[in-house]
């Protein structure tokens, strides 16, 4: 029993000369290697985004399709930036601008910021509106955008009939982990 415990506090002195090793030498910075925990510790963020009212809301009409009944949250890595992010997916039987109306409304009143031109872009037709919040250190982006084919393929999912009937649409509140400034890049 005795050496088992030698044994794992030599693996933990050696795990962490090794870190200060390539961050000495350059292979690996300290800051990459306390990042990469990743996604870890990251709940209560996740959950505050969740909170924001936005992504409950929907104008008149818009239904939640079959297979998207749960919000969807989480964190993903890729390529060294942590997101954290909450999601709902509805369908409107109305008209796209009905959409753009309603979340201009509710995002303005719960605070968020317009980060770029909204409306229309693609021959007159809403797209997608983007909008962005910074409270204190933490700052976040809020999308509303319209699905397609593709994104839904890309994701393998398979819309419901639903989705036949109308637009479907994404209302999206995402965040960096590390807290950095949020804009509408997209």
């Not at 969740?50 to 989480?74: I, N």
């Not at 509805?90 to 201009?104: E, F, I, N, P, S």
């Not at 872009?121 to 699905?147: I, K, P």
């Amino acid at each position: 029993m005795s050496l088992h415990t030698g044994t794992g506090r030599c693996a933990g002195l050696l795990l962490t000369v090794a870190v200060a090793a390539g961050a000495l030498t350059g292979c690996q910075s300290i800051a990459d290697a306390a990042s990469a925990s990743g996604c870890d510790g990251t709940e209560s963020r996740v959950e505050k985004l969740e909170s924001y009212g936005v992504l409950d809301s929907r104008p008149e009409g818009a239904v939640v399709p079959k297979g998207f009944e749960k919000p969807e949250s989480g964190c993903w890595q890729d390529s060294g930036d942590v997101q954290l992010y909450a999601s709902r997916t509805y369908v409107l039987r109305g008209d796209k601008a009905q959409v753009a109306a309603h979340y201009r409304t509710v995002a303005e009143q719960e605070g968020w910021k317009p980060d770029r031109d909204q409306g229309a872009s693609n021959g007159g037709q809403f797209t997608g509106l983007c909008f962005t919040r910074d409270e204190g250190d933490r700052a976040a982006t809020l999308d509303v955008y319209f699905l397609t084919k593709e994104i839904l393929e890309a994701e393998e999912r398979k819309p419901g009939p639903e989705f036949g009937s109308g637009s479907g649409y994404r209302v999206e509140v995402t965040a960096a982990a590390d807290g950095s400034p949020a804009d509408c890049s997209g």
